[in-house]
């Protein structure tokens, strides 16, 4: 099999698996140089390569970059001379596109109703998974959430939700308030990227009294959102849905930067 596409294929897995890692591929050659465009490598903390961009002194090079590149969470593009870079003596010029990937970040929806439709829809440009939960499969149907993964148990949404908690964000606006609180009971321990409420002052008022007496610590109530959205643009669902939607693409953004 040809290197490139193994390399790809590992990347692939690794990236359904949530494991984080940096892709080296070598995007341009001048003169003399150990390997050709097209090469790639994966490099992540703690295993071995998979691929290689060229070895020697100049793949330890590339190393170091992508030690960088998986710190900062970024990409860069780095050009090295064999020759005076690396002391090797092919002396060509290799350019290195290296590019961190790392958990795709997801946003779950507890509730298929209209704001979820809508919410759905107006992230769906966004390079994010969307879950929608609701146990009325009616209302959690791939019509009506074209693009999205749906799921008709709330029990297997929030094993989701556990999966990769750092890169999670939450709506929870089911059509009950009992599941609204019972979800939150459920969720609030969790160290999710965001998790929001769908409702008035009020009824954050009441529900933190709800969730303090059923044992929810101070500390993980503190980190609930509700209102939600950024500012009141309207009652209809669809203009409730930008104020929110507006709102999950700050806080993404947000992950995406620590």
């Known amino acids: 099999m040809p290197d490139p596409r193994r390399v790809l294929m590992q990347a692939a897995e690794l990236a359904d698996q949530g494991e984080p890692f940096v892709l080296a591929t070598v995007v341009c050659t001048e003169g003399s140089t150990p390997r050709e465009p097209g090469a790639k490598m994966i490099w992540r903390p703690g295993h071995d390569l998979v691929g290689t961009v060229g070895g020697g002194q100049f793949e330890h ?7 960088s590149v998986f710190t900062s969470r970024g990409a ?3 050009r090295f001379v064999l020759g005076a870079d690396a002391d090797q003596c092919c002396g060509g010029t290799v350019e290195v596109f290296l590019e961190f990937i790392g958990p795709r970040q997801r946003v779950i929806l507890f509730g298929g109703g209209h704001v979820s439709q809508a919410v759905a829809g107006m992230l769906r440009p966004a ?10 499969p009616s209302w959690a149907s791939l019509d009506r959430f074209p693009g999205c993964r749906v799921e008709h148990d709330y029990a297997r949404a929030l094993s989701l939700a556990r999966e990769q908690p750092g890169a999670t964000l939450v709506c929870v606006m089911t059509c009950s308030h009992d599941t609204d609180l019972h979800l939150l009971r459920e969720l609030l321990p969790i160290p999710l990227g965001f998790i929001g409420l769908i409702g008035s002052k009020s009824k954050r008022a009441c529900f933190v009294t709800r969730l303090a007496a059923s044992g929810v610590s101070r500390e993980a109530i503190a980190r609930l959102k509700c209102p939600i959205g950024l500012g009141d643009m309207g009652k209809a669902p669809e203009l409730v849905a930008v104020s929110v ?5 700050t806080e993404s953004r947000s992950l995406a930067a620590l």
């Open 61 to 67: 090079m590339v190393i170091a970059s992508a030690e």
């Open 76 to 78: 860069a593009s780095e």
């Open 127 to 136: 390079s994010l998974q969307i879950i929608v939960a609701d146990d009325r």
């Open 245 to 249: 939607a507006a709102q999950l693409l």
